[in-house]
């Protein structure tokens, strides 16, 4: 189905030779294949610069696991997004996530994508996740005020 969209993808697994996950990795940093589908235990470690989208299709176990996952994106400055898919069995599993540290998420009603059978992109304001360093670099060198107090801006209502 990717193919047909125009999207080269390939799999990375735990399981896999040597030689083949260096295939892989290769025509990923290469941007030969612009999507990389890959397990928990062979993702562990992966140094990408060029991540611009983490899916996580099922939780993971440990509120780690998730940090893990969803810092392959933004590295380097760069932009990114992560998107994880919670369904109603997994509300006992996400609470868990939450106690042990997983990042608060915003919900997004995706009923409407179930119905259209098709994705629809609604922009939304930017959030930057911080560099592993812990600090969000700025134009002008000073580190940002915090958000204590003051609410974050609304995406637009634009169609």
Do not use: C
Not at 21 to 28: G, I, L, T, Y
Not at 112 to 132: C, K, M, N, S
């Amino acid at each position: 189905e990717l193919l047909r969209l125009g999207h080269k993808s390939v799999e990375l697994q735990g399981n896999m030779a040597q030689n083949a996950r260096d295939k892989v990795m290769e025509s990923f940093r290469n941007q030969r294949a612009d999507v990389l589908v890959a397990t928990n235990v062979a993702a562990r470690g992966l140094d990408l610069s060029h991540v611009g989208l983490v899916i996580n299709y099922e939780l993971p176990d440990t509120a780690e696991a998730m940090t893990h996952r969803i810092g392959r994106t933004a590295r380097n400055g760069n932009t990114g997004r992560a998107l994880t898919f919670i369904t109603a069995d997994d509300h006992e599993k996400w609470a868990k996530l939450r106690r042990q540290g997983a990042p608060a998420l915003r919900n997004v009603d995706a009923s409407a994508f179930a119905r259209v059978g098709d994705w629809q992109y609604l922009e939304d304001t930017a959030h930057p996740i911080a560099p592993a360093g812990g600090r969000t670099p700025t134009r002008s060198g000073r580190r940002p005020r915090p958000m204590r107090g003051r609410r974050p801006n609304r995406p637009s209502s634009r169609p």
